[in-house]
């Protein structure tokens, strides 16, 4: 039997913020959702510090240069996973639910545990009467201790599917 791998033929998967410490605030690379149908983001952090809470932000843009830029205020759910110390023992989602918003601001412990977030952001619901098709999550300074943390987004829905290695390069206009 073939190999089922959807890498290529149903996602594509596209670094966003590198892992580092997130009490510098972090800006990611945007990506451009001209040939998929939306993009699942996927943040993952370290334990960090009572009070250094996470606020993430979801921009959109008309290239992925950063042109234009302005907030897309449609993320009403998001899922989560927090633990006091280590995920690898946490298999169930938690989901949020928050009035249409540009961003997320996990409440307490979100600081204090390690924490896997997840949201999708349909292709649609950019301003594309305005030009907008790249979209980015922005990371804030969580504080003046450690934190690492990481995004990575899931491109769904490939207009152009291929091999891996033939994918349109989704952070180049």
Not at 67 to 81: Q, R
Not at 129 to 142: Q, R, S
Not at 157 to 165: C, D, I, N, S
């Amino acid at each position: 039997m073939p190999s089922q791998n959807p890498l290529g033929a149903l996602i594509d998967i596209i670094p966003v913020i590198l892992p580092l410490d997130l009490q510098t605030a972090r800006s990611g690379d945007y990506i451009s959702l001209k040939n998929a149908a939306g993009i699942l983001f996927v943040v993952i952090k370290g334990v960090g510090t009572d009070g250094d809470d996470l606020t993430l932000t979801l921009r959109q843009a008309t290239a992925v240069a950063g042109t234009g830029v302005k907030d897309l205020a449609v993320i009403s759910e998001y899922w989560e996973k927090e633990a006091a110390t280590d995920l690898t023992g946490t298999g169930v989602w938690t989901r949020v639910t928050q009035t249409a918003a540009a961003t997320i601001a996990p409440g307490d412990p979100s600081a204090q545990s390690a924490a896997l977030y997840a949201f999708y952001v349909d292709a649609d619901t950019l301003d594309v009467d305005g030009g907008f098709d790249c979209v980015v999550v922005n990371i804030a300074d969580t504080g003046t201790n450690a934190q690492l943390g990481a995004v990575i987004g899931i491109l769904c829905g490939l207009r152009h599917q291929a091999a891996p290695q033939n994918l349109p390069n989704a952070i180049i206009d």
